[in-house]
């Protein structure tokens, strides 16, 4: 599959557009003390409301942004305008960003959210948006929040989920590149090398059954944002040695999806979606037989899963943002 279409992009506009301010059903990461906390979600959210959960929201918004940017005469781009007019004022981002006060709002969205609104920022400034400004306030409150967790981070997640680090390196660096903040990088490559430095013959035992995200191609993600071209090249020789004879197949074959109304099961979707994302990323660090491997099995992914970004909401309310990044990547 070749480079985002416009008809691709306003299918995927009008997808986000369908769900960001659609408030239920609804997946709350919020913690109570006592009845005071009873949540509502667009009363604490006024932004970040829809999509199910508060970081699919986030990340619809930032589909919206980077449409909006790349195919500026999309049909949907009226509507794109209106929608950020209505979300992005001064108001409500205090609303989303007082919320973190909270006591028990010291874990909230961390890393993924934190990640994905440091991102939709990243895009807003990328694109010259009157609303980077307005954002601001919230992405600087997790800019400060990620580089006050790092050193806490004795030991990386690995998971498929939510809480993997090196994904949420990957986009933080995004953002760290936009703003020009270079000791912020310089500090998540120190972290990364501590991590993943050492990691050699990556067996990729994986998936497992509803991840979203590759443990083995997000840290092979972040180690190529993080470390100098020629220490990554050495770094992922060791740690994929296979990887040009086409090994391990397990890393390289798209996740099969029984039941795309479960929502969980519905992750592996992303899955082949975010690996496709990875594949391309890695091919263009990387040359020869293993570039080949990459850029084939990158192509497999994609169409095992574009079609399923719109169907059961349970994919629905945040896939296209997966199918984005895999036909257009970060920058």
């Known amino acids: 599959m070749g480079p985002m279409t416009p008809v691709q992009a306003g299918r995927f506009a009008r997808?986000?557009?369908?769900?960001?301010?659609r408030p239920y059903p609804h997946k709350a990461d919020h913690v109570m003390t006592g009845d005071a906390d009873v949540y509502r979600p667009q009363r604490v959210h006024p932004i970040f409301f829809g999509s199910f959960d508060w970081h699919s929201c986030v990340h619809g918004y930032w589909l919206l942004a980077r449409v909006r940017r790349l195919f500026p005469v999309v049909a949907?781009?009226?509507?794109?305008?209106?929608?950020f007019a209505d979300a992005f004022t001064a108001e409500k981002v205090e609303a989303e960003r007082a919320y973190l006060d909270r006591p028990m709002s010291r874990g909230f969205e961390r890393p993924y959210g934190w990640a994905w609104l440091l991102m939709l920022q990243g895009e807003l400034m990328v694109g010259d948006s009157p609303h980077a400004a307005t954002l601001r306030p919230l992405a600087d409150a997790f800019a400060d929040r990620w580089r006050a967790h790092l050193p806490l981070m004795t030991y990386p997640v690995r998971a498929g989920t939510h809480a993997n680090t090196a994904f949420a390196l990957v986009l933080a660096d995004r953002y760290a590149r936009v703003v020009g903040d270079e000791p912020l990088r310089d500090r998540m490559a120190e972290h990364a090398r501590r991590w993943f430095g050492g990691d050699r013959g990556a067996q990729a035992w994986e998936p497992s059954g509803e991840d979203f995200l590759s443990p083995v191609l997000m840290?092979?993600?972040?180690?190529?944002?993080l470390l100098p071209a020629v220490d990554f090249a050495?770094?992922?020789?060791?740690?994929?040695?296979?990887?040009?004879?086409?090994m391990p197949a397990t890393l390289l074959t798209?996740?099969?999806?029984?039941?795309?109304?479960?929502?969980?099961?519905?992750?592996?979707?992303?899955?082949?979606?975010?690996?496709?994302?990875?594949?391309?990323?890695?091919?263009?660090?990387?040359?020869?037989?293993a570039r080949r491997v990459l850029e084939t099995a990158a192509a497999d992914h994609l169409a095992a899963a574009i079609e399923a970004v719109a169907g059961d909401y349970m994919g629905e309310h945040w896939l296209a943002s997966f199918g984005l990044l895999a036909l257009t990547g970060t920058d």
């Open 15 to 21: 997808i986000a557009l369908g769900h960001v301010t």
């Open 76 to 83: 949907e781009a009226a509507a794109i305008d209106t929608l």
């Open 219 to 225: 840290e092979a993600m972040a180690m190529e944002r």
């Open 234 to 246: 050495a770094w992922f020789d060791a740690f994929l040695p296979a990887l040009a004879g086409g």
């Open 254 to 289: 798209p996740a099969q999806v029984s039941d795309r109304s479960d929502g969980r099961i519905a992750h592996l979707d992303g899955l082949n979606l975010s690996r496709a994302w990875a594949m391309r990323s890695l091919a263009a660090a990387t040359d020869g037989p």
